[in-house]
């Protein structure tokens, strides 16, 4: 991907080997499974596991042929009870905070948010230092709509300082960056962070204190999504924004999901060894997620990713409408089957599989090195 990495003595793919190899002692990484990709790797891997590759297909609701044996995918199971977050249910977990009216009739959301050290695991065995807000990494995925008051109040109880920096319209002292406002918060400390939510659309925060390079790959961050509100439309957009609000029984018929695009750097080396959307590397492989055929998919996609400078999503079989950040009512790209983001950079995909025979359909990054280290996933289309 970059000449830094054709220089390097000791790569990402070396480290692999070495896990694979039997030399986990020496890599200080507890892995009873580990990551494996097509090929030599994943063949070694089964050899040695092959026991372990069994019991794992009959945990799966679906399972997913050659998985174990040649193809891509972990050996074993994350403990997501132990994680204290599943990648499926955080597919559509809002935080809609607390509802409140202010004096003026302006809608008051009131959010809570603590940093909290806590290790996680990210793939079967391989254990990560996460810095995290409220214990998962993502942090809650927020959502409000476009025009109400804002109010997030932050407790540091982890062991460096943080902030929550908003991507949206806010003053100078609400944006969350070093020595501005508040600033970093140190452990022990609080702030609340208040503004009103513009502009509509897929957007994310994430800690901006330094060096912001480790405070964001530690896990600071999560989706933040601002729902249109139809009444500022009329016609045709105001129709569009009620299929964008939560609150509205459109948007309710709609299969809404959010994916948080991640890295993880495991062995501290500057590069990620381990790729997933919502963190857990092929979770949506063992555990495919489940669309009916006939209902609208809606995925709002965040791009967080540290150190590599793109990332990307590929949707197989089938295209999809695109809203670059999402704020707009109307598509941006229209019939495209793969968009490259670079870190923040985000949007809300809209697909669908209706008339498509049922099956497992496929999605990843288009990087193939990313969806190899797990960013890789199935839908499961029923009829
Ligand atoms: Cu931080
Ligand atoms: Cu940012």
């Not at 599943?86 to 509802?99: E, H, I, K, N």
């Not at 990332?311 to 490259?340: Q, R």
Request: net charge negative; glycine share 10%.
């Amino acid at each position: 991907m970059n000449d830094k990495r054709i220089l390097r003595p000791f790569t990402r793919r070396d480290f692999l080997k070495t896990l694979l190899g039997g030399g986990l002692a020496a890599t200080g990484v507890a892995a009873s499974g580990v990551v494996a990709s097509r090929g030599g790797v994943a063949s070694r891997h089964a050899a040695s596991h092959s026991t372990e590759g069994h019991t794992a297909h009959t945990n799966r609701s679906t399972p997913v042929t050659g998985h174990a044996h040649g193809g891509t995918g972990t050996v074993g199971q994350v403990d997501h009870a132990a994680n204290g977050f599943d990648p499926t249910a955080m597919l559509s977990d809002w935080d809609y905070g607390q509802v409140s009216t202010l004096p003026g009739g302006q809608t008051l959301r009131e959010f809570h948010i603590a940093a909290v050290d806590k290790e996680i695991e990210v793939a079967p065995g391989v254990f990560f230092p996460a810095w995290t807000y409220n214990q998962r990494v993502p942090g809650p995925s927020l959502r409000c709509v476009e025009g109400e008051r804002i109010r997030i109040k932050f407790v540091n109880a982890g062991s460096h300082p943080h902030t929550i920096h908003f991507h949206g319209i806010h003053s100078a002292r609400m944006d969350g960056v070093p020595g501005v406002g508040a600033g970093e918060i140190a452990p022990g400390e609080e702030t609340i962070y208040e503004f009103d939510a513009y502009p509509f659309g897929c957007h994310l925060y994430h800690c901006h204190a330094n060096p912001l390079k480790r405070h964001i790959h530690k896990g600071l961050y999560g989706a933040f999504v601002i729902d249109p509100d139809p009444e500022k439309y009329q016609g045709e957009e105001h129709e569009l924004a009620k299929a964008r609000n939560h609150m509205y029984p459109e948007t309710q018929e709609i299969n809404e999901m959010v994916m948080v695009m991640n890295g993880f750097d495991t062995n501290f080396d500057g590069e990620n060894e381990v790729y997933a959307v919502n963190s857990v590397a092929f979770a949506y492989m063992n555990q495919p997620i489940k669309i009916k055929q006939d209902q609208l998919q809606r995925l709002y996609l965040v791009n967080i990713t540290e150190f590599d400078p793109i990332n990307s999503i590929h949707l197989h079989a089938n295209f999809f409408d695109y809203y670059d950040h999402g704020t707009t009512l109307k598509p941006t790209h229209k019939i495209i089957d793969t968009v490259m983001l670079c870190q923040a950079q985000r949007g809300i995909l809209e697909f669908s599989f209706k008339g498509f025979e049922p099956g497992l359909y496929m999605f990843h990054a288009h990087q193939s090195e990313l969806a190899e280290l797990g960013w890789m996933g199935f839908f499961e289309v029923t009829g």
